[in-house]
């Protein structure tokens, strides 16, 4: 879910990010809240992510982009008494569910780049030297 649209000016937060996430075994949310300058996380227990939810629609956020694995849903509550609900059949892969997600480079580590090697920053089998690590990223 994503709540975006902020009803006053003065929530500090621009949007929050809400997905699941299986942490030590353990279903829950994580919140992420988006600031203008920095992200910051909030893991919420499974039971309370539907209060989560409802709470943050009625007073903070008047749009809420829902993806499920069928369809993704468009909330539009700027009037909450009378919301407007759009629908439309799914648009992206399953969700992964781990805390610690692999990063998706665009160049992978672990596979030769010639320009990377001619530049010294890897190695011809398709390891980066870990000073020049930064670079890399």
Same mark, same amino acid.
């Given at each position: 879910m994503v709540f975006s649209d902020r009803r006053r000016? =003065?929530? +500090?937060?621009?949007?929050?990010?809400?997905?699941?996430? =299986?942490?030590?075994g353990e279903y829950m949310y994580q919140a992420e809240y988006h600031? @203008?300058?920095k992200v910051t996380h909030r893991n919420i227990p499974y039971y309370e992510g539907v209060d989560f #939810?409802?709470?943050?629609?009625r007073d903070t956020f008047k !749009?809420?982009?829902?993806?499920?694995? @069928? +369809? @993704?849903? !468009?909330v539009l509550a700027s009037k909450a008494?009378?919301?407007a609900?759009?629908?439309?059949?799914a =648009?992206?892969?399953? #969700?992964?569910? =781990?805390?610690?997600?692999?990063?998706r480079y665009l160049l992978r580590d672990g596979q030769p780049c010639d320009f990377l090697i001619e530049l010294g920053v890897m190695s011809p089998e398709g390891r980066i030297y870990k000073s020049h690590y930064a670079k890399f990223r």
């Open positions: 000016k =003065s929530t +500090e937060y621009r949007k929050i990010t809400l997905r699941p996430v =299986s942490i030590k600031y @203008d300058k #939810a409802l709470e943050t629609v !749009q809420v982009n829902i993806f499920t694995e @069928d +369809e @993704d849903i !468009q008494d009378r919301p609900v759009r629908r439309k059949p =648009s992206r892969p399953e #969700a992964d569910l =781990s805390h610690d997600r692999k990063k």
